[in-house]
């Protein structure tokens, strides 16, 4: 089976601008959820999409966004970029979701750069 | 209400000795919990889980984990550093019913020739 894939790896922006990142999950996963990194912050959850919908969603401003293709593809926006925005990106899929005993497998990420 | 904490930001060992890596966990549930491994520019890889089965887990590359209740840890070890052991690991709970996953920090491993 293919992995997570994301795409574009790395991208680079300017204050102001929007972006649109794009993961396609593991073929029969039907969770997918988001999170940034940081140097600062580290590791934090962004929001979890399951056949379509919002299921669960961090601590983010508006200016996040996503949203699930009936295909489980799933697609991450941000708009009015900020310098702070820039941070590597990570989609991560699951057959179920993020309750209980149910791994994820992580993509290799993109990495936004916001000048 | 979950949350995770990974007592050390950098731990610092020679290859061939071993390897500890503490993490304190806090659940209002029966717990699962996770360690993931994130080498330089890649993305997080699944090293093992707890799933309230056998409280001692062994995952990939020699890596294992003991949970212990009583004491809410779910320490990472491993008998003997690899070069390759050099990453970022990351502890993770998750609560059964929920739909929330906790990273932890994460503790940064230096491996020394």
């Known amino acids: 089976k293919a992995g997570v894939t994301q795409t574009p790896r790395y991208l680079i922006k300017t204050r102001g601008q929007q972006v649109t990142l794009s993961c396609s999950p593991i073929?029969?996963?039907?969770?997918v959820s988001w999170y940034q990194q940081t140097p600062g912050q580290g590791l934090q959850f962004l929001f979890e999409?399951?056949?379509?919908?919002?299921?669960n969603k961090g601590n983010f401003p508006g200016r996040f966004s996503g949203r699930q293709f009936s295909n489980s593809r799933s697609e991450m926006n941000v708009s009015t970029l900020e310098l702070g925005d820039s941070a590597l990106y990570l989609c991560?899929?699951?057959?179920?979701?993020?309750?209980?005993?149910?791994?994820?497998?992580f993509g290799p990420g993109t990495r936004l750069t916001v000048l | 209400a979950q949350s995770v904490t990974q007592l050390d930001s950098h731990v610092s060992v020679s290859e061939g000795t071993p390897v500890l890596l503490r993490c304190n966990y806090s659940?209002?549930?029966?717990?699962?919990l996770f360690w993931y491994v994130q080498h330089p520019n890649k993305g997080l890889q699944l090293l093992l889980k707890?799933?309230?089965?056998?409280?001692l887990v062994k995952g990939i590359n020699g890596f294992e984990a003991e949970f212990k209740k009583s004491e809410t840890s779910f320490h990472l070890t491993k008998p003997s550093a690899h070069m390759s052991d050099a990453a970022e690991y990351f502890c993770?709970?998750?609560?059964?019913?929920?739909?929330?996953?906790?990273f932890g920090a994460g503790t940064r491993l230096f491996v020394k020739a």
């Open positions: 991560a899929s699951s057959p179920m979701g993020l309750a209980g005993v149910n791994e994820q497998f």
């Open positions: 073929s029969g996963h039907r969770s």
């Open positions: 999409y399951f056949s379509e919908t919002q299921r």
């Open positions: 659940s209002s549930y029966s717990p699962s």
């Open positions: 707890y799933t309230s089965a056998a409280t």
């Open positions: 993770v709970v998750s609560e059964s019913g929920g739909f929330k996953t906790i």
